[in-house]
């Protein structure tokens, strides 16, 4: 059984300095790290905060995701893919369950389809030309309604490397849109061949 929330603070800031500040992470030394350790102080952790705060979209009738459910680039009944714009890598996107689900309530078909999907959208990304890597992430401690992000490192650039490309993304300047648009296209497309489904929420699908 996993650690009690006070038992796993208190194991936490057992080896924390008298401001509850834990010792640097590991990764701040890699050669990727986006940040010069000098310097570089962890912030004091906090205690646990329960009842844990209502994610957005707990309730479908108040959820952006659901209201949202015919906005993007490629869908089918069941999914939809959307390009997450302002962000500093060559392509963002995101795909979404149309109606309203999270990663573990999702029917055993749609879960299967994820898999399916998330394999090709990867696949698709990674053909674009300059483009190493599709990275994958889901979370959900901010939503309730799941998202599931692709993340497309650009080739070349090797201090990206990893699980510091999200942070990387958030300190680099806004990536052209332009570009970024019609690299979602060529995706879209691509997922129309591959999977089915089509670019427009009202058009026929895909044969």
């Given at each position: 059984?996993?650690?009690?929330p006070?038992?796993?603070?208190?194991?936490?800031?057992?080896?924390?300095?008298?401001?509850?500040?834990l010792p640097l992470?590991?990764?701040?030394?890699?050669?990727?790290?986006?940040?010069?350790?000098?310097?570089?102080?962890?912030?004091?952790?906090?205690?646990?905060?329960?009842?844990?705060?209502?994610?957005?979209?707990?309730?479908p009738?108040?959820?952006?995701?659901?209201?949202d459910?015919?906005?993007?680039?490629?869908?089918?009944?069941?999914?939809?893919?959307?390009?997450?714009?302002?962000?500093?890598?060559?392509?963002?996107?995101?795909?979404?369950?149309?109606?309203?689900?999270?990663?573990?309530?999702?029917?055993?078909e749609?879960?299967?389809?994820?898999?399916?999907?998330?394999?090709?959208?990867?696949r698709?990304?990674?053909?674009l030309?300059?483009?190493?890597r599709?990275?994958?992430?889901?979370?959900?401690?901010?939503g309730?309604h799941?998202?599931?992000w692709?993340?497309?490192?650009?080739?070349?650039?090797?201090?990206?490397?990893?699980?510091?490309?999200?942070?990387?993304?958030?300190?680099?300047?806004?990536?052209?849109?332009?570009?970024?648009?019609?690299?979602a296209?060529?995706?879209?497309?691509?997922?129309?061949?591959?999977?089915?489904?089509?670019?427009?929420?009202?058009?026929?699908?895909?044969v």
């Open positions: 059984m996993a650690l009690r006070d038992e796993f603070y208190d194991h936490a800031v057992a080896v924390a300095d008298g401001e509850r500040r992470a590991r990764m701040t030394g890699w050669e990727i790290s986006p940040f010069d350790p000098d310097g570089l102080r962890v912030a004091p952790l906090r205690p646990p905060v329960l009842p844990e705060p209502a994610r957005h979209g707990e309730d009738s108040d959820c952006d995701a659901c209201r459910r015919d906005e993007g680039i490629w869908f089918n009944d069941h999914w939809r893919l959307a390009r997450i714009s302002g962000v500093g890598v060559p392509l963002a996107l995101m795909l979404y369950p149309r109606d309203h689900y999270d990663m573990a309530d999702l029917p055993d749609l879960a299967a389809e994820l898999g399916l999907l998330s394999t090709r959208i990867v698709h990304v990674q053909a030309p300059h483009i190493s599709a990275h994958v992430y889901r979370v959900g401690d901010g309730a799941l998202h599931v692709f993340f497309a490192r650009p080739e070349g650039q090797a201090q990206l490397y990893g699980s510091w490309l999200v942070v990387w993304d958030d300190l680099l300047p806004e990536y052209p849109a332009d570009i970024a648009e019609a690299d296209e060529i995706v879209a497309d691509a997922l129309v061949a591959s999977h089915g489904g089509h670019r427009s929420p009202t058009s026929e699908p895909a």
